[in-house]
């Protein structure tokens, strides 16, 4: 199956831990993708990788980083500074026109 | 930033009718994109408008897009109980430059 795989689909964090989400694509991609979407709110922009080895940061960037060492592989995560994890985050890449392909997103709280 | 604004917040019909969802912009645009978005899952792109065009099909879907009054709208015709789901517009303000999402109609159709 071509798409975006997202691991794992809930994570639970404690007070003062990092954690990775992980995001895979197999699209053959250049462009990739975090969002987070909170309840009754759209999506905003965290990180975003136009290519291998770049990344740029996105409207709330603060107590996140990423890496994109591989094409198909763009991990986020999110750090003890995130005072207000607990969201659903959600990461995609860029087809052709922009269009842009979602995985099934991770769900995580905060223990 | 948030630059699309969709209208209504939450939208109830009954299984049949037509559902109607607006969503306005801020700034110039290259193209406006509509995505769906079940509970609990991924994004999934439904149609694209460019800026130089007013309307587009597909299906049960008719958008359009009003550049003078940097609006759009997606109505869905004979709606279904398995429309049910939180429809975005994104868009994009030149070339490659990453979506901005609004904060979504939540669509529910009763059978």
């Not at chain 1, 995001?23 to 999506?43: F, I, K, S, T, V």
């Not at chain 2, 939208?11 to 969802?21: F, K």
């Amino acid at each position: 199956d071509g798409g975006i795989t997202q691991s794992p689909k809930y994570l639970f964090r404690k007070e003062g831990q990092n954690v990775t989400l992980s995001c895979e694509q197999n699209l053959n991609h250049d462009a990739m993708y975090w969002y987070r979407q909170d309840p009754g709110q759209g999506l905003r922009l965290i990180y975003y990788s136009q290519i291998v080895n770049d990344f740029q940061k996105g409207d709330i960037a603060e107590g996140y980083s990423v890496s994109r060492e591989k094409k198909e592989s763009f991990p986020l995560t999110v750090t003890s500074a995130q005072k207000n994890p607990t969201a659903f985050y959600l990461c995609a890449s860029r087809g052709g026109r922009n269009i842009q392909y979602f995985g099934a997103g991770t769900r995580l709280s905060v223990l | 930033s948030q630059q699309g604004e969709e209208d209504p917040q939450a939208l109830s019909i009954q299984e049949g009718e037509n559902a109607t969802m607006n969503c306005s912009y801020k700034t110039s645009i290259n193209n406006l994109q509509w995505y769906r978005q079940n509970s609990g899952r991924g994004l999934v792109h439904l149609i694209l408008i460019r800026s130089n065009e007013r309307e587009k099909h597909s299906g049960r879907l008719r958008v359009t897009l009003d550049t003078s009054k940097k609006s759009s709208s997606l109505l869905i015709t004979a709606s279904r109980a398995a429309d049910t789901a939180s429809y975005f517009c994104a868009t994009v303000r030149s070339g490659n430059t990453p979506l901005v999402f609004g904060k979504g109609t939540r669509l529910s159709v009763i059978a």
